[in-house]
């Protein structure tokens, strides 16, 4: 999603819940990633939210990394 509204959700409540782990889904099965993992997944994804949310609000990176 595109939207500020659901990515500032996502950085609020998604993000610290997966910190606590979290399971990616994929065509082929599924991933488990335990809590003891899960760090720098949800390090990257805030990194990534973060930088879309301030391009959508006129920040200059425009999503780029």
């Known amino acids: 999603m595109h939207d500020p509204q659901w990515i500032s959700y996502d950085l609020a409540k998604k993000v610290p819940d997966m910190r606590r782990g ?3 889904e ?3 099965g599924e991933i488990d990633i335990s809590e003891a993992d899960a760090k720098p ?3 990257l994804v805030e990194h990534l939210l973060a ?3 301030k391009a ?3 920040g200059t990176d425009h999503g780029r990394p």
């Open 22 to 24: 979290f399971r990616i």
């Open 26 to 28: 994929t065509n082929y």
């Open 41 to 43: 997944f949800a390090d």
């Open 51 to 53: 930088k879309k949310l």
């Open 56 to 58: 959508l609000q006129g």
